[in-house]
């Protein structure tokens, strides 16, 4: 009994020391594998902590933390080319998905990792420290601009006579701009519209504009498709793609489109228990009871995100022999032309100790990266040609339906660049507002919930986010 | 000087420092100095090294109706759960503090979710109140409308259900050890002189026990503080607003990178909780200076 | 009068014995339920976060709360510890975190609390406040500057910071100074009497006379540590370094089956090592609560 206080003083001190042992080997041991591989994949906030000393290192070599939540070929040899180029600059390239758990449970990892991407990176950012550049995929991008935690690369452009912006889609760079300055760069977007089955339109006789059409037109032409009792039974599924989705999908697009009508961003105030909210829950309600919009099967029209050359020869081959793509309607008050979205956007830590060589090295990815659909014209250009050249394309099997070779449609390629020269809306459809939206909207579609209860429980938690 | 400064540790110097040092140090470290930190950052408009502005941050903080929803429930939160917890663990304690069938058992019992991890209960916490929930169940067995218990003004109820259930087992050991001190023949004098149960329970039990429940409300009220991790499983970042708490805001101000507005919002919070405790500890004093 | 007596005691137990199974019932319900095969368990709670629709009969779509398996197996405990290898693995991080917490704090805690008990020097009461504010913060509180300290530190992504800021909590001092406060002065005057000096009379006479406190301790600690789910999900990025605590926020959502299981498992632990030290816990609870 007397020795109970020195015994458990005793094992403590063992523990203790036992516990951190382990804990340096283990991480020790960690970092070494990872150097072994010739890649780092550390995370954002520790790495890039050091990167500080590393970056003033006595030599004068210069090291870029180049920070991505997902493993990029195409970064890894832009930073390889751009290395070779620049003896004195090292690219550390890391990335934010954890690969040791990737055949087990992916879905459920890949959240995880992702939430995780967010918080180290959000935590480092604010200490002052983080990755030099980042692809702001799965990041806080708008936070970290009011925060002044991103270099401003208005200013970079105006002030640097190598950049020129007529190289690229100057339309879709603007689209990134907010009223403060510009702080991030996108090396590539992608565009949002509809594939549609051109035969069967004609078959019914009705018409349209595309480039001009508001929702209401759209819904005005849907009940006449309907009406016309031709090929399909709906008009549009909801959904993009093979993905049919749920309901949310035409909430969140249409209250996108017709956000500043509900949230009123200066005042911070939403109107979301007004009557008119109510009654666009109702229309879209009407658009799947009238039969225009579908949860299952095909429609005239199918919801699709060109990503790339490819990708858009494929989707029009996917869904019939005769298909064109077509512009998604838009709110009253907006702009005609295609919808895009910015991808793979890099912003320049503002904190960071390389900023000049990390802004070089931006716009040599802009210029030397060719991803999805690519900012930088020439490499547009040159991947259409790529494709021409190829002459046909082996889609991925889903389904195994249309994983036949087909040929290239050089006449259908030929109008992508209009499109994307036609780019004129931006869209967002990501948010906290928006993402309250469509979690609660379900409620009324299955009939669970009134149109007002719903509208009034949006309200209220929509009024909690505009007012933090 | 150091003289005077020796002169003033006395015998007990040295051993202050061998068994203070070592908490005192790391203490300092991970939460006075970071506490610090957060305070003078408060102040600055960057996260770090940026410039003095002054109140503007509280300013900003104070005109957030988010800020003030939150601040209002956290305290409404605290006004009900913690009252209404201490009453009925010591009602609980009363009724238990006397030789029953089984009691040892009830005790465990009742004490058993406190070691219970939240994250292993969230589930069964979602049957009961789930839109397709047992309790929506019964109600539409009884022909009544469903009601959405998490995303309504229900939803603090559940959660001061929650919290009760975690707790109660806790205050009533503590009020029990309290009852127990009390000594037997304070109440065998009190019968003596005529005094009805009530009385006794009014005039003794509860004066006794008062330094016991300084305690009790102490831990009470940091306990309540950690109903926020089932809130959070439960309902997420963006609950129904009526169980938005002080910790939803602090939370989501780290995600949005909001030092300036989560550093003021939680030195005001320290400044309520110094207020709160040192005027418990003041009553306390006063008690027990009343009473000797 | 005996038989009034006898009667409304009986009275009594049966309606605390009710009262405990509610209390119990959501811990047994979770044991319950991870017994169940994964298509029973979708087939019974499928529908929580689900909206049915109207037209399909989504006005009589409950959940249904089932008390006793069908059949009873243990597929999913298999599923859990054979087949996938991250649970141990997480299960092993939990433990590698806590028990040095646990251990450290408990021994921190009593060093400094035996200098706030039993020792003499100026700015003591002040001191103890200190302490006594910074266990009321909620973690939010801190956790920027706590991250730029981790990081000055060169700790972040290692255990140590999470360990580290663990073992010096202040509710180890706040318990411990309570509980040794509560032992006479008569005994450690008496030991100094005889000639011992204060690290003596800390391990001989007061260490084993707060034993149950430092059980107590112990079991909340465990407890508390066991739970932590922010400290983690910031400062160890990682996950193979990932406590249960994440990944059971996680599963519950994704595949319901598993999750009970695991839930069973996460609490089974605490719940052994709460009944084991029971008696010590619940003095070591009781004597902190009453005033020394």
């Not at chain 1, 225009?292 to 949860?295: C, L, N």
């Given at each position: 009994m007397k020795n109970t206080g020195l015994i458990l003083l005793s094992v403590a001190l063992i523990v203790l020391t036992l516990a951190a042992c382990s804990s340096n080997r283990s991480t020790s041991g960690n970092g070494d594998t990872a150097e072994g591989t010739g890649m780092v994949s550390g995370q954002p906030g520790t790495t890039g902590a050091n990167s500080d000393e590393e970056a003033m290192s006595s030599n004068g070599k210069k090291t870029i933390v180049f920070s991505s939540f997902w493993p990029n070929e195409q970064y890894e040899q832009a930073a390889k080319a751009y290395e070779e180029a620049h003896p004195d600059i090292t690219i550390k390239l890391q990335y934010g998905l954890s690969d040791e758990y990737s055949d087990d449970g992916g879905g459920e990892q890949t959240d995880a990792d992702i939430e995780k991407f967010t918080t180290s990176t959000n935590a480092a950012m604010l200490a002052g420290k983080g990755p030099d550049l980042l692809d702001l995929r799965y990041l806080a991008a708008d936070d970290y601009e009011r925060h002044h935690l991103l270099e401003d690369l208005q200013s970079r452009m105006d002030g640097d006579k190598t950049f020129n912006k007529t190289n690229y889609f100057a339309n879709v760079l603007d689209g990134g701009n907010s009223e403060t300055g510009q702080f991030s760069l996108p090396l590539s977007f992608s565009l949002s519209g509809m594939v549609g089955d051109k035969a069967a339109i004609a078959a019914t006789g009705v018409k349209f504009d595309d480039r001009a059409w508001t929702w209401d037109d759209f819904m005005t032409t849907g009940r006449e498709l309907v009406a016309a009792k031709g090929k399909y039974d709906a008009v549009i599924v909801s959904g993009e793609g093979y993905q049919v989705g749920g309901k949310d999908y035409f909430v969140r697009s249409i209250v996108a489109d017709n956000y500043g009508r509900f949230v009123d961003e200066t005042s911070r105030k939403a109107s979301f228990d007004s009557p008119a909210f109510a009654s666009l829950l109702k229309q879209i309600k009407s658009m799947y009871d009238d039969g225009?919009?579908?949860?299952a099967g095909r429609g005239y029209f199918i919801n699709a995100s060109i990503l790339s050359p490819e990708d858009y020869l494929t989707s029009l081959h996917a869904f019939g022999d005769e298909t064109a793509f077509y512009v998604k309607p838009h709110a009253d008050e907006e702009a005609a032309g295609t919808s895009f979205e910015t991808r793979a956007d890099i912003g320049i830590n503002a904190?960071?100790?390389v900023k000049d060589a990390a802004w070089d090295f931006l716009k040599y990815l802009m210029d030397h990266t060719s991803i999805g659909l690519p900012i930088n014209k020439e490499r547009f250009q040159d991947a259409i040609q790529v494709l021409k050249e190829q002459g046909t394309i082996t889609p991925p099997s889903i389904d195994s339906q249309y994983s036949k070779p087909f040929k290239v449609d050089s006449a259908q390629l030929d109008q992508l660049e209009g499109f994307a020269d036609a780019a004129a809306r931006k869209r967002n459809e990501s948010g906290k507002v928006l993402d309250i939206v469509a979690a609660n909207t379900d409620a009324f579609f299955t009939g669970q919930k009134s149109a007002e209860d719903v509208a009034r429980l949006i309200q209220n938690k929509a009024m909690t986010v505009l007012n933090e | 000087m150091s003289s005077r400064w020796l002169r003033r540790l006395r015998g007990d110097g040295v051993a202050v420092w061998l068994f203070l040092g070592p908490s005192l140090i790391g203490f300092s470290l991970f939460y006075l100095i970071p506490f610090v930190l957060g305070f003078y950052e408060s102040f600055t408009d960057g996260a770090l090294g940026g410039r003095f502005v002054g109140l503007n941050n509280y300013t900003d903080l104070l005109h957030s109706a988010s800020f003030r929803k939150a601040a209002g429930n956290t305290m409404l939160f605290t006004a009900i759960a913690v009252p209404l917890l201490i009453a009925l663990s010591l009602t609980l304690a009363v009724l238990l503090n006397r030789p029953l069938f089984l009691r040892s058992w009830l005790r465990t019992s009742f004490m058993l979710p406190l070691v219970v991890p939240v994250a292993s209960v969230v589930t069964v916490w979602q049957i009961f109140f789930?839109?397709?929930?047992t309790l929506n169940a019964w109600l539409h067995e009884l022909g009544f409308a469903r009601v959405d218990w998490m995303q309504s003004n229900w939803s603090m109820t559940i959660v001061v259900v929650m919290y009760i259930w975690k707790n109660i087992g806790y205050d009533m050991i503590l009020l029990l050890a309290g009852l127990q001190s009390i000594p037997k023949d304070y109440y065998e004098t009190a019968s003596l002189e005529g005094a009805g149960r009530f009385h006794q329970f009014w005039h003794i039990t509860l004066v006794y026990l008062t330094p016991t429940m300084f305690f009790v409300l102490l831990i009470s009220i940091i306990n309540s503080f950690k109903v926020f991790r089932e809130t959070y499983l439960l309902?997420?970042?963006?609950?129904?607003d009526r169980l938005y708490m002080l910790q939803h805001y602090m939370n989501n101000m780290f995600f949005e990178l909001d030092v300036q507005k989560l550093t003021a919002a939680a030195t005001l919070m320290v400044g309520c909780i110094v207020v709160m405790t040192s005027g418990l500890l003041r009553a306390e004093r006063k008690f027990r200076e009343y009473t000797e | 009068m005996n038989n009034y007596l006898r009667l409304s005691g009986l009275a009594l137990s049966v309606l605390f014995s009710i009262f405990a199974a509610a209390m119990l019932f959501p811990i047994g319900l979770t044991l319950v339920s991870s017994m169940m095969s994964e298509a029973e368990i979708s087939q019974n709670?499928?529908?929580?976060?689900k909206m049915v629709d109207t037209a399909n009969g989504g006005k009589d779509a409950f959940l249904n709360l089932k008390l006793l398996p069908d059949w009873l197996t243990f597929e999913q405990y298999l599923q859990v510890l054979i087949l996938s290898p991250k649970f141990l693995n997480m299960f092993w991080n939990s433990a590698s975190l806590v028990v040095p917490i646990v251990i450290g704090q408990t021994l921190v805690g009593s060093l400094a609390a035996y200098a706030f008990a039993k020792l003499r020097f100026p700015g003591r009461d002040k001191l103890f406040f200190v302490y006594l504010m910074t266990m009321l913060m909620p973690f939010q509180v801190t956790l920027v500057p706590n991250y730029l300290v981790i990081d000055m530190l060169g700790l972040m992504n290692r255990s140590s910071a999470i360990v580290l800021p663990g073992i010096f909590g202040a509710f180890g001092v706040f318990m411990m100074r309570q509980f040794m406060a509560h032992i006479p002065y008569a005994l450690t005057e008496a030991a100094k009497i005889d000639g011992a000096g204060q690290l003596t009379i800390f391990i001989r006479v007061v260490l084993p006379l707060a034993k149950p406190g430092l059980a107590a301790l112990a079991v909340l600690l465990f407890v508390d540590y066991w739970n932590m789910i922010e400290q983690p999900l910031i400062f160890l990025q990682d996950a193979v370094k990932q406590p249960l605590s994440l990944y059971l926020a996680q599963i519950n959502q994704s595949a319901r089956g598993v999750g009970f299981a695991a839930s069973t498992l996460y609490m089974t632990p605490m719940v052994l090592l709460f009944l084991y030290a029971e008696s010590y816990f619940v003095e070591g609870i009781q004597h902190s609560g009453i005033k020394g």
């Open positions: 225009v919009a579908g949860s904190n960071s100790k | 789930d839109w397709n929930g309902a997420g970042d963006y609950p129904y | 709670y499928d529908l929580i976060g």
